[in-house]
C-alpha cells in the first residue's frame, strides 16, 4: 500500500506556544483515519500544515510520496477538503460557487457536471439560491460537493460533524464510508468526537497538546489484552506490596498517581477481583477500560494511561 | 493567471458593494454639475473673486473643463475611501468569510493568486476612474459644452487654449490612475494583515489622511517630509494644467511647465505600488492562514 | 479697443473750445476730424496679453467699432483676459462728459518719431478720467502714445503702430499697458500641496506693468456692422 501521506517530527511554533510537538504518522492509501484529539489539541493546526495553509517550523511532509513545500500544485491537485466550517461566497449561489471552486481546482466542468455534483449532496433544486439563505447543513453539503468536485484521491476532512443535526451526523459517517469503501478514497478525518471516529475509521490517531498519544488501529485500540485496570483502596501503599509479591507483578505499571495501574487481558478480570478482595485491602473501586471513548477521555484529560500505553 | 483573474473579476463584479462606488460617484457628480449648472456663475465670481477687481472676463468660463477640473479637486481626495472599500477587503474579506482558507487548498500559486487579486482590484479602480472620466468630463461636455480652461493656482492663473485641453486630461486621468493604484496598493497590502475588512479599510484611509495633512500643512518640518510623501505626489496631476510660457509671457500651446515633475511624481507612485505588492507577496507566501 | 479709445478721447476733446489752448484744440480736431471718416470697422488680429501672473496663450480676436460709441472685442472661440476699464468704462465715462481742457506740454519722441504731447483735463468732477496725456504725431495726425489717469483702475498707457490703415488713423498694433495687483490666491483654495513653481519667467516679470497686445491684420472699414453685434 503506497503512503499517501507521511509526516515526520512535525512541529509548529507559535510565538511561545508549541501547537504541533514532534508529530509523525503515516497514513496509508484506503484508510479511513481517524485524527483525534481534544478542542487546542493541534489537530487543526496540523491539517493545515498538511494543506499549505500553516508552514510548519520543523519537519516533513509528503504527500503521494512528494515534498508538500516544492510540490505544492501537483499535490493540491488530489486533494478536498473542508476545513472547520465550510465557507463559501455568501452573495453567490450554489452553482455558482460550485463553478467557481471547479474552475479553481482546475476541471473543466459541464453544467450537468456541477448539477450531476449538487444533485449528489442533495441540493438540486436550490443550486440558484444564494449561500446566506443556506442552513449549515446544506452549507456542508455544499462544501463537499466543492472538496469533491476534481475527483480527488486524498479528502481531508476537519471536524466534519461540528455544528451539525444527528441526521447530518448520520450522512457524513455514510459518505465517509461511501468514499472509502465503493470510491476508494482515502480519508482523513478529524474530530474531537471518538463515538463518530471509532465507527467508521481504519486507523485511529490520538493527539494531545500537540504530541502523539498514541497510534493504531481500532482493534489494537481495543485489544483486550491491552485492557488497563485501574485500582484504588483504602491502603494502596499495602496492596502494591502485595501486588509485587503475587502473580500480579508482571501486570504492574508505573504509578501515576495514589491509584494503582494494571495492565492485562481482559479475561484475567475476575481473578484479579477475587484475589484483591481476598487480600482484605478494602477494596474501593477496581475500573477496567475497554472502551475507545473512556480511553480517549482519559488519555486527554490526565496523562496516567498514556505511558502506560506508549511503553 | 488569466483564470485567476477572471474569478476574482466575477467575485468583485458580483458584490453588491462594488456597486456602492459607482453609485457613490455618480451621485457626487451630480451634485456638483447641478450646483454648477444652476448656479454656476455664483460660483465662478466667487472663484474669480481676487482677478475680476483689475481684469474682465470674456467667454465661458464655467465650461465642461472647469466643471471637471472641479470635480477632480474634490472627488479625488474622497475617492481612495472607495477604493479602499475594495482594495483593503481583498484578503481580509476572505478571510473574514472564510473563504481564503478554501481558496488556498486549491492548486494555485500563492503569488499569482496575490497578482491576480491585486490585478483584479487595479481593475475595479481603472474602471472607477472611467467612469469617473465619462460623467465628470463627458457628461459635463454635453451639459456645459467647451471652452479654455482657465486655473487659478496660489501664485498665478493658467489658461489653457480650448483645443489644447482634452489631451492634458488624458494625462491627468492616466496619472490619477497611478495615484489610486497606489491607494489600491496601500489597501491590498493592509488587508494581508487582518481578518476583518474594517481594520484594513480605516487604517487606509487613516494614513492618507494623515499623509495628506502633513503634504498639506506649510510648516518647515513637515515640509522637509514632503517629498517623501506619496500623498504629495498624488495631486501631481495637476501639473499636466501648468503651461510654459515664451520670452513674451505667452503661452507655448501644448507645453507642460515641469514635466520632470510629473515624471518624478509618477516614478515615485510606480515604486510604491511595486513595492507594496512585492512586500504583499513576500508575506503571504510566508503567512500562516489561520482564519 | 484702444482705436475706440482713442477716437472717442479724440472727439470729445474736440468739443471743448476753451480759448486757453486754441491750438491744442485745433490740433485735436484735426485728429478728431480724420477719426471721423470711419464709421465703422470690423478688424482681425491677434491678442498677446502679458501679465506677470497669467500665463495665456494668444488668440485670435475680431474688434467691431461703430460710431459713436460702440465698441466690441470678440476672442476667436475662449475666454478673452483684458484689463478692467480698458474698454468699457473709458467708452461710458468720456462719451457722457463732453468738457476737456487742452494744454499743450511740450514735445517728445516715441518710436523715433517726434510728437506734440496735449494733456487732456476733464471739466467734469465726476468724470472717471483723472487725466489723459496724448502724444501726437503733428505731421500724420496720429495719436502715437496715450497715458490716462482713472480714478477707480489706475493709469494706463497706450502705444499705437501704424503703417497700412493710418489714412484712416487705424493702428497696426496697440500695447495698452497698465499696474497690477498683486495676485496670491491662499493653498486652501487652491487644493495645491506644494509651493506653487515660482519659475524663473514669473520673477523676470515681477513687478513689470501688465501689457495687452493686439496685433491687426485687416480692416474691413465702413462696410457696415450690425448692431447685434455689441449687445
Redesign the interface.
Known amino acids: 500500500m503506497q503512503d499517501i501521506i507521511k509526516v515526520s517530527a512535525l512541529s509548529k511554533q507559535f510565538r511561545n506556544i508549541t501547537a504541533v510537538d514532534n508529530l509523525s504518522f503515516t497514513v496509508k492509501q484506503g484508510d479511513v483515519y481517524g485524527f483525534l484529539g481534544q478542542n487546542g489539541a493541534g489537530k487543526s493546526t496540523t491539517i493545515r500544515m498538511l494543506l499549505t495553509l500553516i508552514t510548519p517550523t520543523h519537519g516533513t511532509i509528503e504527500l503521494f510520496g512528494l515534498d508538500l513545500r516544492s510540490h505544492r500544485i501537483e499535490i493540491l491537485k488530489q486533494v478536498g477538503a473542508i476545513i472547520e466550517k465550510p465557507d463559501m461566497y455568501k452573495y453567490l449561489s450554489a452553482y455558482e460557487n460550485l463553478k467557481l471552486f471547479a474552475k479553481l481546482s482546475g476541471v473543466k466542468c459541464t453544467d450537468k457536471m456541477l448539477m450531476h455534483q449538487l444533485e449528489m449532496v442533495g441540493l438540486a433544486g436550490r443550486e440558484k439560491d444564494k449561500v446566506k439563505t443556506f442552513s449549515q447543513g446544506m452549507k456542508q453539503r455544499l462544501g463537499i460537493a466543492i472538496s469533491l468536485i476534481h475527483d480527488p484521491k486524498l479528502i481531508i476532512l476537519d471536524e466534519p460533524t461540528n455544528g451539525l443535526d444527528p441526521q447530518g451526523i448520520a450522512d457524513i459517517r455514510n459518505l465517509i464510508l461511501h468514499l472509502s469503501r465503493e470510491m476508494g478514497k482515502t480519508v482523513f478525518v478529524s474530530s474531537h468526537l471518538l463515538n463518530e471516529i471509532e465507527q467508521i475509521a481504519t486507523r485511529v490517531l490520538i493527539i494531545d497538546k500537540g504530541k502523539k498519544i498514541v497510534e493504531g488501529t481500532a482493534e489494537e485500540l481495543f485489544d483486550p489484552s491491552q485492557t488497563i485496570v485501574e485500582l484504588d483502596t483504602l491502603n494502596n501503599k499495602q496492596c502494591m506490596e502485595l501486588l509485587q509479591q503475587s502473580q500480579w507483578q508482571q501486570c504492574l505499571q508505573p504509578q501515576r498517581s495514589h491509584t494503582l495501574l494494571l495492565k492485562m487481558h481482559r479475561d484475567q478480570l475476575p481473578a484479579l477481583h477475587k484475589w484483591v478482595v481476598e487480600q482484605d485491602v478494602g477494596v474501593i473501586s477496581l475500573q477496567p477500560r475497554h472502551t475507545l471513548e473512556d480511553f480517549f477521555l482519559q488519555v486527554t484529560s490526565g496523562k496516567q494511561y498514556v505511558e502506560a500505553f506508549t511503553d | 493567471m488569466w ?2 483573474l477572471q ?1 476574482e473579476l ?2 468583485i463584479f ?3 458593494r462594488t456597486y456602492i462606488s459607482f453609485a457613490a460617484i455618480t451621485a457626487l457628480i451630480g451634485v456638483i454639475q447641478l450646483g454648477l449648472k444652476m448656479d454656476g456663475q455664483a460660483y465662478v465670481d466667487f472663484l474669480m473673486n ?12 464655467l465650461n465642461a473643463y472647469l466643471v471637471c477640473y472641479i470635480i477632480l ?1 474634490l472627488l479625488l ?1 474622497h475617492v481612495p475611501l472607495l477604493i479602499a472599500l475594495i482594495a483593503a477587503d481583498m484578503i481580509s474579506g476572505e478571510a473574514n ?3 481564503l ?9 500563492k503569488t499569482q493568486f496575490i497578482l491576480a487579486k491585486f490585478l483584479a482590484s487595479s481593475i475595479y479602480t481603472f474602471i472607477l476612474l472611467v467612469w469617473i472620466a465619462v460623467f465628470a468630463l463627458a457628461f459635463s461636455i454635453y451639459l456645459f459644452g467647451t ?2 480652461l ?1 486655473i ?11 483645443n ?1 485641453v482634452f489631451w492634458r486630461y488624458i494625462g491627468a486621468f492616466g496619472f490619477a490612475f497611478l495615484s489610486m493604484l497606489t491607494v489600491t496598493a496601500l489597501g491590498f497590502f493592509l488587508s494581508l494583515f487582518a481578518e476583518n475588512s474594517i481594520g484594513p479599510i480605516v487604517t487606509s484611509m487613516s494614513i492618507i489622511i494623515f499623509f495628506t495633512i502633513l ?2 500643512m ?1 510648516i518647515p518640518l513637515f515640509q522637509k517630509i ?1 517629498p517623501y510623501l506619496f ?2 505626489h498624488m ?1 501631481n496631476w ?1 501639473e499636466f494644467f ?4 515664451d520670452s ?4 507655448i ?1 501644448g507645453s507642460i ?2 514635466p520632470q ?1 510629473i515624471i518624478d511624481s509618477a516614478l515615485i507612485l510606480v515604486l510604491h505600488i511595486v513595492g507594496l505588492v512585492s512586500a504583499s507577496i513576500f508575506i503571504f507566501k ?1 503567512k ?3 482564519s | 479697443m484702444m482705436k475706440h479709445f482713442l477716437i472717442i478721447l479724440v472727439a470729445a476733446v474736440g468739443f471743448q473750445t476753451s480759448a486757453f489752448s486754441q491750438d491744442m484744440t485745433e490740433l485735436i480736431n484735426k485728429v478728431s476730424a480724420k477719426l471721423n471718416q470711419v464709421n465703422d470697422y470690423t478688424a482681425e488680429g491677434s491678442l498677446k496679453t502679458d501679465v506677470s501672473f497669467i500665463k495665456a496663450p494668444s488668440g485670435k480676436v475680431k474688434v467691431y467699432f461703430k460710431k459713436p460709441n460702440k465698441f466690441k472685442l470678440k476672442k476667436d472661440g475662449g475666454i478673452s483676459i483684458l484689463p478692467k476699464g480698458g474698454v468699457s468704462i473709458n467708452m461710458n465715462s468720456m462719451v457722457m462728459t463732453s468738457g476737456y481742457v487742452a494744454l499743450a506740454a511740450g514735445e517728445s519722441t516715441v518710436d523715433g518719431v517726434k510728437t506734440k504731447i496735449v494733456k487732456l483735463l476733464p471739466t467734469d468732477e465726476n468724470s472717471e478720467i483723472v487725466l489723459s496725456t496724448l502724444y501726437i504725431d503733428e505731421a500724420n495726425l496720429l495719436v502715437r502714445k496715450a497715458v490716462t489717469t482713472t480714478k477707480e483702475n489706475g493709469t494706463y498707457e497706450m502705444g499705437m503702430t501704424y503703417s497700412k490703415y493710418s489714412n484712416y488713423g487705424l493702428p497696426d498694433k496697440v500695447v495698452f499697458s497698465f499696474n497690477t495687483k498683486d495676485y496670491k490666491l491662499p493653498k486652501g483654495i487652491t487644493l495645491e500641496f506644494d509651493e506653487g513653481e515660482k519659475s524663473s519667467d514669473l520673477d523676470k516679470l515681477k513687478n513689470k506693468k501688465g501689457r495687452v497686445e493686439i496685433t491687426y491684420n485687416s480692416y474691413i472699414i465702413n462696410k457696415g456692422v450690425d448692431d447685434s453685434i455689441f449687445k
Open positions: 483564470k485567476l474569478i466575477y467575485k458580483k458584490r453588491p481676487s482677478l475680476k477687481d483689475n481684469f474682465e472676463f470674456d467667454g465661458q468660463i479637486q481626495i468569510m472564510g473563504t482558507r478554501l481558496l488556498l487548498t486549491k492548486p494555485v500559486s471652452d479654455d482657465i487659478q493656482k496660489t501664485s498665478y492663473v493658467v489658461q489653457i487654449a480650448e489644447d503634504s498639506t506649510t514632503q500623498t504629495t495631486v495637476k501648468d503651461e510654459k510660457v513674451q509671457n505667452v503661452v500651446p511647465q515641469n515633475k510566508r500562516d492562514v489561520l
